[in-house]
């Protein structure tokens, strides 16, 4: 099983290799730098073997893709058609998720979601806690028979700080969020820093807390995205930080659909 596995977000786009099933790498990109976008993308491909019995150098290998951006999904498509002479596969419409849906509107939430949600859920197999920390946080469960049951979504650091900043007359705009030194700033710059540091830590134990009653039982909690290194620290009653976890999910969507074509 080759491939490489895009995660396309609202800042980043995350790009994967596995061979043979392996992990080798995963490189974060800009979603608006396109120059180098096509040079990871066009370096990983060249890694995938070729097969042996293509005339035409054909590789043994699939891209598949989980967006939330079409614009940036539409970028990578040409990538790979103009480039490399493949097309791309999506994770929700040419590969079939992984996990059951108990959620109303299936085809709107986010492949993101759902992907590191059955990403989380395959390791641990039992009641989850999904959050991802980026532009926009998703705090989403799955229950203890492996369906995604849905989830809570809230500004994450830099969207909340840009919101403060252009809503306000005064206050600046904080482009960093760091773990305080203390609960309380002693200036602005450090009372929003505080207050977006804090807000997140308590949210994620709050509708966790909220999940647990639902459910009868406390779930087990796993993180990922860029912001969540910064927090972590301060969650002790997280079980994992697992960066990069759509990407894995992407993998695991395409090995669970190799092996029902198999059946």
């Given at each position: 099983m080759n491939l490489?596995?895009?995660d396309i977000g609202n800042t980043n786009i995350n790009i994967g290799l596995f061979l043979d099933g392996e992990e080798k790498y995963i490189e974060s990109v800009s979603g608006r730098a396109a120059a180098k976008l096509k040079k990871t993308i066009t370096s990983a491909w060249s890694k995938i073997p070729i097969l042996?019995?293509?005339?035409?150098k054909k590789r043994d290998g699939v891209i598949i893709v989980s967006s939330v951006k079409p614009k940036w999904t539409q970028r990578v498509k040409k990538i790979a058609k103009q480039q490399l002479g493949e097309n791309?596969?999506?994770l929700g419409k040419d590969i079939?998720?992984?996990i059951k849906l108990g959620i109303k509107e299936k085809n709107n939430v986010g492949s993101d979601r759902i992907t590191?949600?059955?990403a989380a859920y395959a390791v641990v197999e039992t009641a989850v806690v999904i959050a991802d920390f980026g532009t926009a946080v998703t705090i989403d469960l799955v229950d203890d028979r492996g369906v995604f049951a849905g989830g809570a979504i809230f500004p994450g650091f830099k969207t909340a700080a840009k919101a403060l900043n252009k809503n306000t007359a005064a206050l600046p705009n904080?482009?960093?969020v760091s773990k305080p030194e203390l609960p309380f700033g002693k200036n602005t710059k450090e009372a929003i820093n505080c207050g977006l540091y804090y807000s997140a830590v308590g949210a994620l134990l709050e509708i966790t807390k909220l999940y647990a009653e639902k459910?009868?039982?406390w779930p087990k909690t796993v993180i990922t995205g860029q912001a969540a290194k910064v927090i972590k620290s301060d969650c002790n009653f997280i079980d994992s930080f697992v960066p990069n976890l759509v990407v894995k999910g992407i993998a695991l969507a395409y090995k669970k659909y190799l092996e029902n074509k198999k059946v």
């Open positions: 490489i596995a895009i042996k019995t293509s005339k035409e791309i596969k999506l079939p998720f992984p590191a949600a059955a904080i482009k960093q459910i009868g039982t």
